[in-house]
């Protein structure tokens, strides 16, 4: 399921702010691969946001490990797949290659992370994943967003205030519209406590399947009912089977 690789394509050039020459260079000091694989994807391991933790759980197959089980159980072939936080660019490119889907739209809010994203597509050669760099609100415009040292604990929300490294303005595209013309098959959605406020500005009617990460430490157990009722109001069910714990999935009981 996984190994390090030796030799690889490097778009670091291609992809300005994709690569950490100081990082580059000690981790060859070190002996360390200059990729990792996970689930048929390769990783460079000189970008920024891949600290050594996650870098050794993509060595070992356990990165997002619930995640990406829900994922490869729902994506089927041919579907079209609209994903709600890129983050690394490592689950559009697991089902990308993975679950033979016709189209992937990824949306992440994090400027740093996108030239990180289209790098690992470029590298695996996976031109079926569409990368928009936005935010999903009612309308169309512009909101801030805050970056933190751990990039997956960035957000809108200003609060908490610990570990912000940058401030950024991002566009934001108006939810409904959007994702409707990518008429998506499948959403997976980890944004953070977002999806309280994102999910239900979305047709959801054509929607076969859902993975939603749940953070009730964001949005309080409130939300987590907000979620599942907007999720059962559009017709999908929850889905046991390949659900666990804060990771649920949704299936059109119809």
């Keep these: 399921m996984s190994n390090t690789m030796t030799e690889h394509p490097d778009h670091s050039e ?5 690569s950490d020459r100081f990082k580059r260079a000690e981790l060859a000091e070190m002996g360390r691969p200059a990729h990792v694989s996970c689930h048929g994807v390769t990783f460079p391991t000189d970008m920024p946001p891949l600290f050594p933790k996650a870098r050794n759980m993509l060595a070992s197959g356990t990165y997002e490990e619930k995640e990406t089980q ?23 490119a697991v089902v990308a290659r993975n ?14 992370l996108i030239p990180c994203i289209r790098r690992v597509h470029s590298e695996n050669g996976l031109g079926s994943i569409t990368v928009h760099h936005a935010i999903l609100g009612e309308a169309r415009g512009s909101r801030h967003f805050y970056v933190r040292r751990k990039f997956f604990e960035s957000s809108t929300s200003r609060e908490p205030t610990d570990g912000i490294v940058n401030v950024t303005e ?6 409904r519209q959007t994702v409707a013309a990518l008429t998506p098959d499948v959403i997976l959605c980890d944004i953070e406590g977002a999806e309280v406020s994102l999910l239900p ?14 953070h009730p430490k964001v949005t309080g157990l409130e939300g987590v009912r907000r979620v599942f009722d907007t999720m059962h109001g559009a017709g999908l069910i929850y ?11 949704f299936a059109r009981g119809d």
């Design 99 to 112: 679950c033979a889907p016709a189209q992937v739209h990824t949306f992440e809010a994090n400027t740093a």
């Design 14 to 18: 291609q992809f300005p702010g994709s």
């Design 239 to 249: 889905a046991p089977r390949h659900s666990s714990n804060k990771v649920v999935t």
């Design 170 to 175: 991002v566009p934001v595209l108006p939810a």
């Design 201 to 214: 500005l979305l047709d959801l009617e054509i929607v076969r399947h859902a993975m939603v990460v749940l």
């Design 70 to 92: 829900a994922a490869l159980k729902i994506v089927q072939p041919g579907d079209r797949v609209v994903e709600f936080g890129g983050g690394l660019g490592y689950l559009s």
